[in-house]
């Protein structure tokens, strides 16, 4: 049974459509990516499944009933938009939102201060979070979102302005989360975090849904036709018959071969004219692939 | 509801424990006592301590006008007789001598009376100030004083009979409440309505600010989006309302424990009598809680709508007149609803929902309103609070969420449809 399930669903603010006839479902213990450039859908499809708003059509099933509000208990959330109360002190703070989601406060006390601990933050645990750093207040809000231990953790653009130790961290917890069988849908731009991290994707353009499923299976769907080669020597094997598009790097060349390019006629052209330290073919990267399928047509 | 009631728990807690709580709670009082003492004794003290020169062409007349002045013990003047260059007759060359003293400040004024043979006697008062009518009164009244028993000594009555024929008598003022008189104290009824009508303007003002700053501030530091993937948006207006609500009542009982302090000892004893004396009934105190909640219900859900549209705390601060309104509206009819408490403008406007709570308060201070106007005033508030609650939580739920400027007036239109 889906943790998360989208039917047809459609809604639109005045004139402009954000999210168009969008189904995809998320399976137990899934790591799930959403994805698409800016302005594509992903917060309003998120603010739907969470009862921010409403569709104006189409169906939403949480924990396999129909979207109710009680559900959320079970939901932790991180909106791209992230906030804290500034006056208050951090572990008043993650009582409070502890308690709201139905923890009792000795319950959320501890739990709080495990995480703490785990994030090593224990030491600002009694200042207000406005003496905080923002590093600081970034991994508040990650225990916020996840301090009763939810079973869906849904969170927008969880990367986007997290300096590279939290990033890391967040990345790790995550992984941990997932190990511990949640499961964690997260919408991102950048599809190379996607690729990485996640085991299925939806990716929207528009707000309609251009590409699903599992990211395995959807790249095998596309034909290795990528190459990359270092080398060092005479580059003019980069104007090969088999080559549709080249971009050299100094020594480091990212080639897409044409509909019938040999990749072994090619690997015998750069041999003869360069000194080769790496040759592979590749498949494409998501990034590719959504370019592909919307045909370069990219707003962001 | 238990979210209701922690959002309520956190705006309260956080609210007062901060330092403005503190420092309104002991600086509002303290103002308002030193505003009332202070206009208490600048009533008490105005038109004293002159410097006062007589000029009569009559000096018995004259004399008896200065010990009538000194005789008003609370005018502490100095009265001066002016020595007329001809005794007897006033000449323009003493006049023109007084006014020379009035411009060289040596006195404040002088009281010039010219009794001619015909005896249309005709007095002035010149003085540095033009609107001091307070002595001019007292000038007034001690001429007429003085004249009436020059008077009545030339129409033969003994000097030992004029003290008792001229014996004032004090009007003193009683209420008829419900058949039976009761003693009151016109003045100090009207100063305790007054003080509580000021003291619930200024907590339902305040406070129904404070949830639209408080609005401003969540939206600010983004919060409504993660608050809202666990409660009811309508759960976070009710919770603010109650925890802001509460802080409001939690300060006027603070001021209301150290009010009843201060009356129950002696220096409250001391201090609190006369004109000054507290007339608060019971059911004044019941009274002042209900329109208290009532009138911060109206003003906060308005200002929490508004504050839903609004970007900083400096837009919400151009919007504060809107909340004053009411309180110039009522304030100006301060004259008509002392003296004339039933009349059909002050039952209206005591009616009228955002001035009910002050204008009911002042009409106190003179009558207690009938029963049915309290009870149909309370209704109308209710449906007021209603109306614009309904209004306001459909600008919240949207508002909230709408970030980076401030709202016009067709997006608001929509917005409203949206919920």
Not at chain 1, 106 to 111: D, L, N, V, Y
Not at chain 1, 217 to 246: C, M, N, P, Q
Not at chain 2, 24 to 33: E, G, K, R, S, W
Not at chain 2, 110 to 122: K, R, S
């Amino acid at each position: 049974m889906p943790v998360v399930e989208l039917a047809a669903v459609t809604k639109a603010y005045q004139d402009k459509v954000a999210v168009n006839q969008l189904s995809f479902s998320i399976e137990p213990g899934q790591m799930f990516g959403l994805l698409g450039p800016n302005g594509s859908g992903k917060t309003s499809s998120i603010r739907m499944m969470i009862g921010i708003t409403a569709p104006d059509s189409g169906a939403i099933t949480l924990f396999d009933k129909p979207f109710q509000r009680t559900s959320l208990t079970r939901v932790g959330y991180l909106p791209e938009e992230r906030g804290l109360y500034k006056k208050m002190k951090v572990l008043d703070q993650l009582i409070f939102m502890g308690t709201l989601r139905g923890l009792s406060t000795e319950e959320a006390q501890k739990r709080a201060i495990a995480w703490a601990k785990k994030l090593d933050i224990a030491q600002s645990i009694l200042k207000k979070t406005e003496e905080l750093s923002k590093g600081m207040q970034q991994k508040i809000q990650f225990i916020s979102a996840l301090i009763h231990e939810p079973e869906l953790i849904i969170m927008d653009e969880p990367f986007s302005g997290l300096d590279p130790v939290n990033a890391t961290l967040l990345q790790d917890t995550l992984l941990e989360m997932k190990d511990q069988g949640r499961t964690i849908l997260f919408s991102t731009h950048r599809m190379d975090q996607v690729e990485k991290l996640c085991d299925s994707i939806a990716l929207i353009h528009q707000g309609n849904l251009v590409l699903s499923g599992r990211v395995r299976e959807i790249k095998s769907r596309y034909k290795r036709d990528r190459v990359h080669i270092e080398f060092t020597g005479d580059e003019s094997f980069l104007g090969s018959a088999e080559i549709a598009e080249a971009r050299n790097y100094s020594g480091h060349a990212e080639i897409r071969l044409k509909e019938d390019g040999d990749a072994q006629k090619l690997l015998a052209e750069a041999a003869a004219k360069a000194t080769i330290y790496r040759f592979e073919l590749v498949e494409p990267s998501l990034e590719e692939i959504f370019i592909q399928t919307v045909g370069g047509k990219v707003d962001a | 509801m238990r979210n209701v009631l922690l959002i309520a728990k956190r705006e309260y807690m956080e609210q007062v424990k901060g330092r403005t709580f503190l420092i309104t709670t002991i600086l509002l009082p303290a103002v308002f006592a030193g505003v009332f003492y202070l206009s208490f004794l600048s009533g008490k003290h105005s038109g004293t301590g002159k410097h006062i020169a007589i000029a009569c062409s009559d000096p018995d007349l004259g004399a008896a006008i200065r010990t009538q002045i000194l005789s008003d013990a609370d005018a502490k003047a100095t009265v001066d007789l002016f020595p007329a260059e001809m005794p007897g007759m006033l000449m323009d060359s003493d006049h023109a001598k007084l006014v020379q003293e009035v411009d060289d400040k040596s006195i404040d004024g002088f009281l010039w009376v010219d009794v001619p043979a015909n005896g249309q006697i005709e007095a002035t008062y010149d003085a540095q100030t033009a609107g001091d009518f307070v002595t001019a009164e007292r000038l007034q009244s001690a001429l007429n004083h003085a004249l009436l028993r020059q008077r009545l000594a030339r129409s033969g009555v003994a000097a030992s009979a004029m003290d008792a024929l001229l014996k004032t008598v004090k009007v003193n003022t009683r209420q008829v409440k419900n058949g039976t008189e009761v003693t009151s104290n016109a003045v100090s009824s009207f100063y305790s309505a007054y003080i509580m009508a000021l003291l619930l303007t200024m907590t339902t003002m305040i406070y129904g600010l404070n949830v639209g700053r408080s609005v401003i501030q969540e939206k600010t530091s983004r919060i409504f989006e993660v608050m809202l993937s666990t409660v009811k948006a309508s759960d976070m207006l009710t919770g603010k309302l109650i925890g802001i609500g509460a802080v409001g009542m939690t300060q006027i009982l603070i001021w209301v424990g150290a009010g009843a302090a201060f009356a129950g000892s002696a220096l409250g004893a001391e201090y609190l009598s006369g004109n000054l004396q507290i007339h608060i009934s019971i059911f004044q105190v019941v009274l002042f809680a209900v329109y208290f909640l009532l009138g911060y219900t109206l003003n906060s859900a308005l200002f929490a709508g508004l504050g839903a549209t609004l970007e900083t705390e400096q837009e919400l601060q151009q919007y504060s007149p809107l909340a004053a309104l009411p309180v110039w509206l009522s304030f100006s009819m301060i004259l008509l609803i002392s003296t004339n408490p039933n009349s059909k403008w002050v039952v209206a406007a005591s009616l009228f929902p955002p001035c009910t709570p002050i204008v009911m308060f002042l009409r106190m201070g003179s009558q207690m309103p009938p029963l049915w106007q309290i009870g149909a005033s309370i209704a109308l508030m209710l449906v007021a609070i209603w109306a614009v609650l309904w209004f306001s939580t459909r600008l919240y739920r949207v508002g909230i969420l709408m970030y980076g400027k401030r709202a016009t007036l067709p997006e608001l239109m929509r917005w409203l449809r949206y919920s």
